[in-house]
């Protein structure tokens, strides 16, 4: 069976699964997955704003490996009851009382609002920049809506200002050599070849890591002044030096990542590579002029955290 003739089948049993088995609506459409088109299922439960995308393309695949279809309905049946008890705990939690030293910035690909129309955002680049409540207490965390912000009485903008300013944000920022994740005797890795991964503490929602300017600078000033960043998802970002590697280089490096089959979709992030310059403390999509240049001869490498 060619993938028309299974999505087809897949939209029948769903159909027919949601009217029988639980209550919600459906929506069957194109969305992005790892930087690509996908056809993606999207239901929401009665009564909630919140969709649960799940993709064809990953039930196609499970049934070329054998999978029967009643077994796939089943799977799917089971990411929509696990999920439909985040999306109920989430509705109970007083969102309005969000504290800052709880809140993060988080990287989303500007695409994604798309589904998510309510969440308050800052336009960053080709992202939006949107804000993650991690829930005291728990292992949840809740993307904050427009209706906090309008609450409080305070802009989004104004608001990631003082946050990524905040000690609370700076020091959860992690940054390692990915060389220090080879044991002895694996690789050897140049230094001028060095990448570094910026990301936070949990290793969670930790690409926006690179708002922080102090943990940027001293990157960038150990490359020479200037740091590539690759978006390797939205948990981490790698920093590269801009004089080893060519942005081409660098970009096929990124699409590479994004599209194994094992990156899981909802953590795609960009196929951008962007440059930060410690001189004129500018993030941004690379393949601008460069402002100034830098050569620093003696490197020393970055505060890692």
């Given at each position: 069976?060619?993938?028309?003739?299974?999505?087809?089948?897949?939209?029948?049993?769903?159909?027919?699964?949601?009217?029988?088995?639980?209550?919600?609506?459906?929506?069957?459409?194109?969305?992005?997955?790892?930087?690509?088109?996908?056809?993606?299922?999207?239901?929401?439960?009665?009564?909630?704003?919140?969709?649960?995308?799940?993709?064809?393309?990953?039930?196609?695949?499970?049934?070329?490996?054998?999978?029967?279809?009643?077994?796939?309905?089943?799977?799917?049946?089971?990411?929509?009851?696990?999920?439909?008890?985040?999306?109920q705990f989430t509705k109970n939690i007083?969102?309005?009382?969000?504290?800052?030293?709880?809140?993060?910035?988080?990287?989303?690909?500007?695409?994604?609002?798309?589904?998510?129309?309510?969440?308050?955002?800052?336009?960053?680049?080709?992202?939006?920049?949107?804000?993650?409540?991690?829930?005291?207490?728990?292992?949840?965390?809740?993307?904050?809506?427009?209706?906090?912000?309008?609450?409080?009485?305070?802009?989004?903008?104004?608001?990631?200002?003082?946050?990524?300013?905040?000690?609370?944000?700076?020091?959860?920022?992690?940054?390692?050599?990915?060389?220090?994740?080879?044991?002895?005797?694996?690789?050897?890795?140049?230094?001028?070849?060095?990448?570094?991964?910026?990301?936070?503490?949990?290793?969670?929602?930790?690409?926006?890591?690179?708002?922080?300017?102090?943990?940027?600078?001293?990157?960038?000033?150990?490359?020479?002044?200037?740091?590539?960043?690759?978006?390797?998802?939205?948990?981490?970002?790698?920093?590269?030096?801009?004089?080893?590697?060519?942005?081409?280089?660098?970009?096929?490096?990124?699409?590479?990542?994004?599209?194994?089959?094992?990156l899981v979709g909802a953590d795609f992030?960009?196929?951008?590579?962007?440059?930060?310059?410690?001189?004129?403390?500018?993030?941004?999509?690379?393949?601008?002029?460069?402002?100034?240049?830098?050569q620093n001869p003696e490197k020393q490498?970055?505060?890692?955290?």
């Open positions: 069976m060619d993938f028309d003739m299974f999505y087809e089948e897949l939209k029948k049993q769903i159909l027919e699964f949601v009217t029988e088995e639980v209550k919600g609506t459906i929506d069957f459409r194109m969305v992005y997955k790892n930087g690509q088109q996908n056809h993606g299922i999207v239901f929401r439960p009665e009564g909630s704003n919140v969709g649960i995308t799940t993709y064809a393309e990953d039930f196609y695949r499970m049934y070329k490996e054998g999978i029967s279809f009643p077994s796939i309905i089943e799977s799917y049946a089971g990411t929509l009851h696990e999920a439909k008890d985040e999306i007083q969102i309005l009382k969000a504290k800052k030293e709880s809140i993060i910035p988080a990287f989303i690909p500007k695409e994604s609002l798309e589904f998510r129309p309510k969440l308050a955002h800052v336009p960053f680049e080709n992202l939006e920049i949107i804000f993650q409540w991690n829930v005291p207490g728990t292992e949840y965390s809740v993307k904050l809506p427009e209706e906090y912000f309008n609450y409080h009485q305070i802009e989004p903008k104004q608001f990631l200002a003082e946050l990524i300013d905040d000690p609370s944000f700076k020091n959860q920022t992690e940054v390692f050599s990915i060389s220090r994740l080879f044991g002895p005797g694996d690789i050897e890795i140049p230094k001028e070849q060095e990448m570094y991964c910026v990301t936070n503490q949990n290793k969670n929602w930790g690409a926006a890591s690179i708002l922080n300017k102090d943990i940027m600078d001293e990157i960038a000033d150990f490359f020479g002044g200037e740091t590539y960043i690759l978006p390797a998802s939205i948990h981490e970002c790698l920093a590269v030096d801009t004089h080893a590697h060519t942005i081409e280089e660098l970009k096929t490096m990124v699409r590479d990542i994004n599209s194994k089959p094992d992030l960009s196929n951008e590579v962007y440059v930060y310059d410690s001189y004129t403390r500018e993030l941004k999509l690379a393949g601008e002029q460069r402002t100034k240049e830098i490498e970055p505060i890692k955290r």
